[in-house]
């Protein structure tokens, strides 16, 4: 049992995007102002797109080798393991096409990102250099004008890869090194799942791993049967869902053939796979541990878009590479302090836009899976009823809707900061059919889910997803996407985020920064979105704005 590091292949792929991002965030800076504008954007963009072609050819290069490599890696271990032979007949039927179809599916993702970046920024050129026109700068001053709010957007918004079914944008580094981690997952446990399949084996296991997710630890160290044959172990469908074999995005949980007659603890195997599945069976080390792990990748991500806006806003004059910064802001405080000195100094900030007044109805909505344009207009008329209620009485109420966009029922406890489910609430939700309804509920906060919010929602398998509607208006949605997470895991994780990232909105506070109230909706929806990234949960804001 080991704690299992990311694949040195992965790594170097992870280098690759971030090194392009980094190119592309110097043309922005570098590129000299002058001309008209639209020369000047022409020319930019032609920069870029010779950044994405050669970052296409890297991605074709290492996704012939490495999703090749490992796969074979895979099977060599398999082989030598249980002593058997891998023929060239069963490699050329089965494993070939495998490895042919998971290099095409990466290769397929990561450029289709890469196009993604192209069009984004062709999108976000046309519109800033819409604004500057309308304000009828001078020849002169246009394209200096257009250079500076090109950097202020993308200080704001950053580079984006990608935006999934649920609305999250996710940064071209950041999802590639999802993709990366996912498909090395994929890679190894295809190839054991193949190779078992050949020589008839029915029993796999998931290896443990020291540092565990709660969303995981329940379900390592069963083991599982492929087909439901053997009684005696639970069916591997339990962890995975359909044919994605990775208990959640970045999982690197690795599966191997379980021959019952070279193990020496059968019995006690049987009796620790057939354990409650709702039980967390983590050590407080190991919880410890975990909770180490997830708190340095939050920092490194942290930091990593920091150096990124010091990227932009300085130029030649910010530290040479990601490492040289985390240096200096780590050994160097002093150092470090002049270059956040020279940050506030160099005029650039993130974009800003303006926010328009409340006026009780909703005029934007999220597109939920099942759900028609009918149905989701009557979610809209929900979602401003729970608006103009909270505002009336400054108070919470919860709606119980159906996927026809109808609501069920309806409760509010007469309190600002809470609303709980009737008993009648509770029948209808236990008695209603998997994944059928949705939560709705209004926060005078405006603040995303809550940890109570998640807890509710993972203890009913009738609820698909949950909106929140702010006060400011703002919309939040969640949805676990039909995947069976243990009832604890999500709450459990949700407070270690929020935990671990605590202190962060505290100095902001204390160093009068923001006020209480945004700390509070900032911390929440940062603890939103890493659990997104982390557990593959569905989680999307949208802005009255946007």
Partial sequence: MAGKKTPEEVLKLIQIYSDAKIKILQTLREKEAKGNSTAYQKSLLRQVDVILEDLNKEVVSWGEKTVSKYYKEKLTGIAEELQREITASSFSKIHKPAIELLTENLIDNLTEANKFVGRKMKDTFRQVSLEVTAEKFAVGLSVKETKKRLIEEFLKNGITGFTDKAGRNWQLDTYAAMVANTTYGEVVNRATLNQAEEWNYDLVKILENNSSCPICAPLEGRVYSRTGK????????????????????????????????????LERDIKFSNRPFEIDPRTKKKVDLYNKIQAGKRELRADRKQFEKFK???????????????????????????YLEDYKLSGYRPARKEIPEKTGEIKHKFNIPGMDNAALQKLSKAHEELLKFGIKNNQEMLLI????????????????????????MIELLRA???????IAHNHPSSSPFSADDLGMFSNYKSISCGTIIGHNETMYYYSVEGKDFPPFAIKEAYNIGKKDTWQKYSDLVMSGQITEDEAHIAHCHEVMVNLSEDIGIKYERIKPNE
């Fill in 312 to 338: 932009l806003a300085l130029g030649k004059d910010a530290p040479k590479t990601f490492s040289a910064f985390r240096n200096i802001k780590k050994n160097y405080p002093h150092k470090f302090d002049e």
């Fill in 432 to 438: 209603s059919p998997k994944n059928s309804l949705i």
């Fill in 230 to 265: 053997d009684k005696r172990f639970p069916l591997l469908d339990v962890a995975y869902s359909g044919d994605n074999l990775l208990i959640h995005p970045n999982c690197l949980h690795i599966l191997v053939i379980y021959v019952p007659e070279l193990s020496d603890t």
């Fill in 401 to 424: 809707c159906d996927f026809n966009g109808n609501t069920l029922m309806k409760h509010s406890d007469g309190l600002e900061g809470r609303v709980t489910a009737t008993d009648e």
